[in-house]
């Protein structure tokens, strides 16, 4: 069965001391929740990952890298390795953010890569994608999700969707306080999940977690998680306060 997922992306916000200080007020006031059956994720910046990793030990809170470089080692300065982010602990990779792909020039070939190097090395990924306005409004936003997804995605067997969360990103609705409408969100998760049933079964399309992300708040996320096809979020400005995470969370 597929899980609820809250994952929060810190993006380029909070040194080593307000990491430290965000995810201990996460793991205290989600200490004594019956979580069932939702994962709660938190990605800081690659400073902080191991002293997070190390706060959230004995909690329910899972931490996930904000990118990671496609090749095993090497020259590339300023660049993250699988193997490094294992290192200091951490299991799960976002990729194909769309501010990755609009500030750093991530094409879905770059991600396809970038995909394979995190399954080699056993990383779960969430991996990122959605239309920009012009997109949207043109009517072409299904076309561009399919294309995303397949491009990156579809050359994988279907044993590693198992290591695969889907996270559909309006590009519009990112931390411009719009937000997709529940209806729509759910006209695209569906669309998503029939997608990944026809060029697999059911059954892969089923385990899959699809998450929202875009401006999701706790005035918001009620209706938009009570959707069929969304299994929960990813979430940018809001994750950034414990009251607002932990209200995600109660959301689901
Ligand atoms: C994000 O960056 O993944 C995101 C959804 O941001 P926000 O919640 O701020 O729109």
Redesign the pocket.
């Known amino acids: 069965m597929r899980k609820n997922i809250v994952a929060g992306?810190w993006?380029m916000n909070n040194d080593l001391s307000e990491s430290k200080k965000l995810v201990k007020g996460i793991k205290k006031a989600i200490k004594k929740k019956e979580l069932k059956n939702t994962r709660v994720i938190v990605s800081p910046t690659y400073v902080s990952l191991s002293a997070v990793v190390k706060k959230a030990k004995k909690s329910a809170i899972e931490v996930a890298a904000q990118n990671m470089h496609q090749a095993d080692n090497g020259a590339y300065t300023g660049e993250i390795s699988a193997d490094m982010l294992k290192s200091v602990g951490v299991k799960i990779v976002i990729l194909g953010?769309s501010?990755r792909r609009e500030y750093f020039g991530e094409t879905d070939a770059l991600l396809a890569e970038k995909v394979d190097q995190a399954l080699k090395n056993k990383l779960e990924i969430i991996f990122?994608f959605g239309e920009v306005l012009e997109d949207r409004k043109n009517d072409n936003h299904f076309k561009v999700v399919e294309s995303q997804i397949k491009n990156a995605l579809f050359h994988l067997d279907a044993k590693a969707w198992k290591n695969i969360v889907l996270a559909y990103?309006p590009v519009w609705?990112?931390?411009?306080g719009e937000t997709a409408s529940p209806e729509q969100a759910q006209e695209m998760h569906a669309f998503i999940r029939n997608l990944v049933a026809n060029k697999y079964d059911a059954k892969v399309a089923d385990n899959v977690s699809i998450l929202y992300?875009?401006?999701?708040k706790p005035a918001n996320a009620k209706e938009i998680f009570s959707k069929q096809d969304v299994d929960g979020g990813?979430?940018?400005?809001?994750a950034l306060k414990t009251e607002d995470f932990v209200a995600l969370i109660d959301a689901i």
Do not use: D, P
Request: glycine fraction near 26%; aromatic fraction near 0%.
């Open positions: 992306n993006k953010h501010e990122c990103e609705a990112i931390g411009t992300g875009g401006s999701v990813l979430i940018g400005g809001a």
